[in-house]
């Protein structure tokens, strides 16, 4: 019938939405070295509203081990502060008056571990997401040939290029996971 999977085809955009939403949880993930990634989506109440922090200062890395965080706005310095602390993220904050010195303190082999748990949590929620696609897909397929919309060769067809499609993303987020847990476990 057709040449192309106009069912994988109206979906390949969620497809890469999970792989770039699945991007920046990885870069979320701390790996002993200071990245601005790492406090850029910390909500800080400012303003009588929740703030990603990129959005209230300047956020720059002068070594591996500090982000500088220089507020535009002086007077939100403390919130700023007080959301760091609460952050969970195991930093210390230092307040230099009119900016913030975040420290990252060198990595465990306990907190290596702990990072490659949460890796493969995400991994899997990941992969999840991808199977959901995957599963509405399979039954706006089976539905069409149901309706005499398509064929029974042509099913198969579609049906193949999809288990194809999933797998080229499952392994896209394989290739992703592996490259942070060696970031993640390189000392």
Do not use: C
């Amino acid at each position: 019938m057709s040449e192309s999977n106009i069912y994988t085809d109206q979906k390949k955009e969620e497809f890469e939405k999970i792989i770039n939403h699945f991007k920046k949880e990885l870069a979320s993930l701390r790996t002993g070295r200071a990245q601005a990634t790492l406090v850029e989506n910390i909500q800080v109440e400012a303003y009588g509203a929740m703030t990603p922090l990129m959005q209230l200062a300047s956020i720059s890395v002068p070594d591996a081990q500090s982000i500088n965080i220089e507020p535009w706005d002086k007077n939100i310095l403390k919130d700023i502060e007080k959301s760091l602390n609460y952050s969970n993220l195991g930093f210390s904050v230092v307040n230099a008056g009119d900016k913030l010195i975040v420290k990252i303190p060198p990595m465990t082999e306990e907190n290596r571990k702990d990072l490659l748990k949460i890796l493969n949590k995400k991994v899997e929620e990941s992969k999840i997401s991808i199977r959901q696609i995957r599963d509405d897909i399979k039954e706006d397929i089976l539905a069409a040939e149901k309706n005499k919309e398509i064929t029974e060769d042509d099913k198969y067809k579609f049906l193949t290029d999809l288990d194809n499609l999933v797998s080229e993303y499952n392994k896209k987020i394989d290739e992703l996971a592996k490259d942070k847990e060696q970031e993640i476990m390189k000392v």
